[in-house]
């Protein structure tokens, strides 16, 4: 369906053909309706629409997956609906993620009604790349502004070792597709380990370079039980330091709105970004909240706390989602305590239980 056509019919009254108990913002956004009890206004939400993947990434999940059965994840109407309550609370950003979310049977339905949700300025995604081949044309048509995407290495045999059964071909193929969409600044994640990637650090931010992305990479995070992590962890700052004898970075001052700090590189329009949960606690301004597939509302990654939205979805009744995520904002920690004793996880649920 055309994103336009759409959009025509997602104005209060045509929402409620969708998701009939939706009332959208009259007026505006309440300014400041999300606001946690450190006084941070959370205006970004991380959708997790599928805890199943067609990869199995090493550090994310284990080689043998239980996954939720259909019944418990919620269906797209309800990640819609949540969505939208979540807009008329003064959210502005939603990232999309999983799991794969692309993997996810009718994704688009609920990606092109996202993308012409009034109030919802900034949809975004994050894929590991393996489907984008097929719908990176549909994602640019419903309205994502940006994607990132995931890319460890650029060697085939070690991305099937890193990934257990992914592609390398058809993830390169997925990132050119992102690009002949439309798609600019698309982001590389490369999480960063030890004896694993660490010597291709220098060819993924050439690769970023010449196919003009920005590249973030990212300290491994102790989610899910998963051994060996300290034996793999890199800082941050051991990175830097290692691409700083290749590159000139010159660190930036602009702000993503998350947890990454950048560093330019002159003559290039790269940015070369460091996610640090472990080296450089971003907590202090974070402005985020993260949602399940099944619908649990997480306040911080690396908490176990959570709110159950399930119920008050499947009751029918807004006004009980409304104030259970109002609610939720009680129990959001000031921050994680990641340690980098990364053998016992703190947190239990692996990363695809929360979304990336
Ligand atoms: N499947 C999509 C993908 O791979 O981009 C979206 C979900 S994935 C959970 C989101 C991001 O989390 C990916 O960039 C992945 O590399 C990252 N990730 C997963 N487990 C992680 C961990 N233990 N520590 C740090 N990053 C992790
Ligand atoms: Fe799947 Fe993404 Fe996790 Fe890899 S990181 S297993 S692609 S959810």
């Known amino acids: 369906m055309q994103n336009e056509t759409l959009r025509q019919e997602l104005t209060p009254e045509g929402l409620a053909d969708f998701v009939p108990q939706i009332k959208a913002p009259a ?25 199943r993947c067609d990869f199995r990434c090493t550090y994310c999940m284990a ?21 939208s309550v979540f807009v008329g609370l003064g959210v502005t950003k939603l990232r999309i993620t999983g799991g794969e979310p692309l993997v996810r049977k009718n994704a688009m339905w609920l990606i092109e009604r996202l993308g012409a949700l009034p109030g919802l300025d900034n949809l975004v995604l994050t894929t590991n790349g393996s489907q984008l081949d097929r719908f990176a044309p549909a994602l640019h048509d419903a309205g994502v502004k940006r994607l990132n995407i995931s890319l460890d290495t650029l060697n085939p045999e070690r991305f099937k070792k890193i990934t257990r059964i992914g592609d390398l071909a058809k993830v390169i193929r997925g990132i050119a597709a992102a690009r002949d969409a439309g798609f600019r600044r698309t982001k590389l994640n490369a999480v960063m380990m030890r004896g ?9 931010v050439r690769f970023a370079i010449e196919n003009e992305l920005d590249i973030s990479f990212i300290e491994e ?32 001052t602009e702000d993503s709105g998350g947890p990454a700090r950048y560093w330019r590189m ?40 959570a709110t159950n939205l399930l119920t008050a979805l499947r009751a029918g009744d807004d006004d009980l989602l409304r104030q259970a995520i109002i609610d ?17 996880p703190k947190v239990v649920r692996f990363m695809s239980m929360t979304g990336g």
Not at 63 to 83: D, G, I, N, Q
Not at 198 to 204: A, C, I, R, S
Not at 227 to 236: A, D, L, Q
Not at 288 to 303: D, F, H, M, N, S
């Open 63 to 83: 080689e043998e997956m239980t996954f939720l059965p259909r019944e418990a994840v919620m269906s797209l109407e309800e990640c819609l609906r949540v969505a």
């Open 328 to 344: 939720s904002m009680g129990i959001k920690p000031f921050g994680h305590d990641f340690t980098q004793q990364m053998e016992a």
């Open 266 to 305: 002159p003559g290039s329009e790269t940015r070369v970004g460091f996610i640090s949960p472990h080296s450089h606690n971003f907590c202090d301004s974070c402005n985020r909240v993260r949602i399940t597939a099944k619908g649990e509302l997480y306040p911080c990654l690396g908490q176990n706390d």
């Open 27 to 51: 007026g505006g956004h309440p300014e400041g309706a999300l606001l946690d009890k450190y006084g941070r206004r959370i205006s970004y939400v991380r959708l997790s629409i599928t805890d």
């Open 196 to 204: 694993t990637n660490d010597d291709e650090f220098v060819d993924l």
């Open 221 to 252: 995070m102790p989610l899910g039980d998963i051994h060996g992590r300290n034996t793999t962890y890199i800082s941050s700052e051991e990175t830097r330091e290692r691409l700083s004898h290749h590159f000139e970075l010159v660190p930036s």
